[in-house]
């Protein structure tokens, strides 16, 4: 359990979502460039199917010798001057954090984007101990000025206007009346981080991918923020959850020729950088000491758990862009770190399937998902199982189960299905407008408060095929 | 179990109780219990790696050369797709009024270089007689005191230079090892990077790369090798505000690539 709850139901949160209008169009633009970029990577790359399809081979035979790859990792990450931890929960984790930061006299931390130190919610902890954390991701910076959460995994700070931007840079930052342009903010951005860049003695990153075979924590960024954490403060600090490792450099080729593709239909990301420990005897620049933090955090679990596809996925967001509910919701109304159709069975994951009782259901299983994922993860297959687990356990409202408990039966029983049909025909008679049922009364009628019902048809296929023969 | 924490450096012990460690035995211990439990996995391997990666890439390096007037022609392409800007020199000895033309077009004073044994080309002569002031990376890490003046004016150059350990056609990416004398900062930290390569160091795909990355971490590693390996695929960008693209967020805001025809070389 490492996420702060949720105070408002899902409900209110997506209605909040509908009701911003500029969320609703920035949420519209981005998703359709991201599609669009994607397909056409895609489109000029004809060997990319095969490569997902080998993608996701290697992502299950990592998993499926998961202690061999760790224990290389480890070793191999020591043999060239790091040091590795092991964290079973968030809280663990950030106090292995904390402690290196204490010991090494850390006053300020530079972090590039990482959705795992999203996930141990690190911030808030560097800051009681009196370590400055500065998010510099443009986007993560923008929103940890503003004091929100990312809204997306990839841009996490979509959900803003430019006007916005430049209000809270002008305030925050104390230079009033900035032009609302990204050129001048960014500039400003590049200004403002360079000199923390410089000033940090401690750098924080998360991990795309860890080869085992060398020990080389990989990163993957656009801006360089990856590149500068990891070349100029004293401590290099680099968290990942347990799944990240890879056994080989020839794997990586293969992740990193459909990664960028998803994520933003690049070819491939500006920077893609590869750190092997600390910095080596004779070179100028470098962290004197280099950390590696394994995470669980309810992954280890769910090595034989029913979410075990969830530790292929790469974070690269392609299927919250596809998703028909996160295109209208957006991030913040999941409620958690992770958003979109991936981010429910990371939550449910993080936090037990009590978690996304109401998630869960936040999805129209379409597969479109599925489909956009580079590793191939059956994410509607999942949902559909954290559905059913979420009933088993009683975790939804009863009278939700005991209708859907009904329904479940009669559609297994042909007497009662067709006993059913009939009597729903009948019942059914005063709703029916147009040929929709458009309003239904009491408890029902929050199905048909935001949409409509088709009704049971007047006669059923089987009475027509009788007829008909 | 409680572990050996590490010493703290301030004094006085922290008021805290020692807390339990999760150890590396105890992690993969549930890591092998869990797996343990797994059932009905379908076969699935990795990627397969080569037997002999050095072999293999000596191999790739000839059949290569003889599509290098293609492989060339497609880094061009692609590095321009993502906004970099090619040249072209004969000889190495013309690198240096490259530069100079470079440095010009941007009132470019100050520049920061990979010495001329890693760069493969003297250019410090040149465009010092120029009147553009050159400071070439040490060889070995100086002390302290030294380490800050140059981080300064890694920080506070208008260029830098480096070479280029490969360049992949396939994605218009230049790949650089850090080692001593090649700072990671000098691609980094100046508004303008300039990376000088020739036909050595061209591949075709990435898939290429996953075979020389496997070569170079083949047996140990060179003494004067560092600790890390930049691909980069045109200038530091960013869509963070409103999917505006915006260059040079963090990184350079300029990449340019200079091939040199006739080879690099301080002897050849």
Known sequence: MSEPIVTTPLRERASNALRDRFLHEALDIATTKFIALRREAFGDFPQGEALRDRARAIKEATLQRLDAHLETLVANVERVGGHVHFATTAEEARRIILDIARRTGARMAVKSKSMATEEIHLNDALEAIGVTPVETDLGEYIIQLAHERPSHIIAPAIHKTKGQVAELFSRELHRPGLAADPEVLTKIAREELREKFLQADLGITGANFAVAETGTVVLVTNEGNGRMTTSLPRVHVAVMGVEKVIPSMTDLAVFLAILAKSATGQKLSVYTTLVQGPRRPGELEGPDEFHLVLLDNGRIAQIAGPLRESLYCLRCGACLNVCPVYRQIGGHAYGYTYPGPIGILLTAMLNGPASVKDLAHASSLCGACADACPVRIDIPKMLIELRRQVDEERIAPWPERVVFKAFARILAHPVLYRLGARIGRTLQRPFVRDGRIRALPSFFGQWTRTRDLPPVAARTFQERWRDRS | ?268
Do not use: Y
Not at chain 2, 252 to 257: M, T
């Open chain 2, 1 to 268: 179990m409680t572990v050996h924490r590490l010493a703290s450096d301030g004094g006085a012990p922290a008021p805290r109780r020692p807390a339990a460690r999760t150890t590396k035995a105890e992690f993969l211990a549930r890591i092998r219990g869990e797996m343990a439990k797994t059932r009905g996995l379908f076969p699935a391997s990795p990627a397969e790696r080569p037997t002999q990666p050095r072999q293999r890439l000596d191999l790739l390096r000839r059949e290569l050369s003889e599509r290098c007037p293609q492989t060339l022609a497609r880094f061009r392409s692609e590095f321009e797709r993502v906004a970099g800007v090619f040249h072209r020199v004969a000889s190495a000895s013309d690198v240096p009024a490259e530069l100079e033309r470079i440095c010009h077009e941007r009132a470019a004073r100050r520049l920061i270089a990979w010495p001329a044994e890693e760069l493969g080309v003297a250019i410090a002569p040149a465009l010092s007689a120029a009147g553009i002031a050159v400071e070439s990376m040490p060889h070995d890490r100086p002390p302290d005191a030294e380490r800050r003046r140059l981080r300064a004016l890694i920080a506070e150059a208008d260029l830098g230079v480096t070479g280029a350990d490969l360049a992949v056609a396939e994605t218009g990416t230049l790949v650089l090892v850090s080692a001593a004398g090649r700072p990671r900062t000098t691609s980094l930290l100046p508004p303008c990077h300039v990376a000088v390569f020739d036909r050595t160091a061209l591949v075709e795909s990435l898939e290429q790369v996953g075979l020389v990355l496997e070569a170079w971490h083949d047996g140990p590693a060179p003494p004067e090798r560092g600790a890390a390996i930049n691909f980069i695929t045109g200038p530091s960008r960013t869509a963070d505000i409103e999917l505006t693209l915006t260059r040079g967020v963090h990184g350079p805001k300029e990449i340019h690539a200079i091939f040199v025809d006739g080879g690099l070389g301080l002897h050849g």
